[in-house]
């Protein structure tokens, strides 16, 4: 392929792009609720010389073992991920290669002003979604949309994921890797500073609930306050967290980071009253683990 071509075409399908990038910021795609941003592309990957697909997702998924629930409620019946193939010449003499992509967002941040209106400056797009990861959605129609403009006829395969759920621990893409699906190689569209990473953290989600004895504050010595364990929990992980991270050290591609497998604590729910020690309270956080530790190890 002629790389002039190739930069000349990019540049030609450029404005296209964004103004694809800027439509998909405008869904309030967060998880579960992906199902309009999916029609949304299921249409606009159609337009490519390319086999879409839609694949039906199934409330069967939440048994699956390693089904990840932070979000509780979540259903799954009437949703589906999207498959987009262009195939090879069919010869054999080439590999096949599978791209994936989300289409769900994180929550806004607080005070995040117009987080589903996009906004470019310079030359780049701002707005939720936009680095993570509808941004990396719209370079694959842009990649697809190049390869038709010049018609390339690659030997193998290009085949996209575009899933729901990744940042809830990746449902969307565990439902497609039950379908058996098969590539000589993955690359997985994740923000990275133009670098290729063969590898990258893991995650657990946590949720601990604790039990207490509640009483208001006039009685001193008889309550059992569910809020101060919360407390004392999040001291033994945070130690938990810091051993971990000093026994996961001499893993090249990841030392040059400070802390490249954080912990989060993300919510803590307990209480009614300010007077009155609370019997319950729920924590829930996630905690990052890196390729010298299972997730099974680190959850037990």
Aim: net charge negative; aromatic share 6%; with cysteine.
């Amino acid at each position: 392929m002629d790389i002039q071509a190739i930069r000349q075409a990019v540049d030609q399908f450029l404005p296209e792009t964004e103004k694809l990038l800027c439509d998909l910021i405008g869904y309030p795609s967060t998880p579960g609720q992906e199902h309009e941003v999916m029609l949304f592309l299921d249409e606009r990957f159609r337009d490519l010389r390319a086999a879409v697909e839609r694949v039906p997702m199934s409330d069967d998924l939440v048994n699956d073992p390693d089904y990840s629930t932070p979000v509780p409620d979540i259903t799954y019946d009437g949703r589906f991920n999207l498959r987009v193939a262009r195939k090879g010449t069919g010869d054999g003499s080439g590999n096949t290669v599978l791209f994936n992509a989300h289409t769900d967002v994180v929550p806004p941040s607080e005070g995040m002003p117009d987080p589903w209106q996009a906004r470019v400056q310079d030359g780049v797009v701002f707005g939720r979604g936009a680095c993570d990861d509808k941004g990396q959605v719209a370079t694959l129609y842009l990649v697809l949309k190049v390869l038709d403009a010049l018609g390339v006829q690659l030997n193998g395969d290009v085949i996209a994921h575009l899933v729901c759920e990744e940042e809830n621990g990746g449902n969307g893409s565990l439902a497609m890797a039950r379908r058996g699906e098969e590539a000589d190689a993955c690359i997985v569209l994740e923000a990275s500073e133009n670098k290729v990473f063969t590898s990258i953290r893991g995650a657990v989600w946590f949720r601990i609930v604790f039990s207490g004895k509640a009483g208001h504050s006039g009685q001193a010595g008889q309550t059992r306050s569910a809020l101060l364990m919360a407390r004392d929990a999040i001291g033994i992980l945070e130690k938990y967290h810091a051993d971990l991270l000093a026994s996961s050290r001499g893993l090249p591609l990841f030392d040059p980071y400070p802390n490249p497998m954080p912990i989060t604590f993300g919510r803590l729910q307990a209480g009614n009253w300010p007077a009155a020690a609370p019997s319950r309270a729920v924590l829930e956080g996630v905690l990052g683990l890196l390729p010298n530790k299972t997730k099974e190890e680190i959850c037990a």
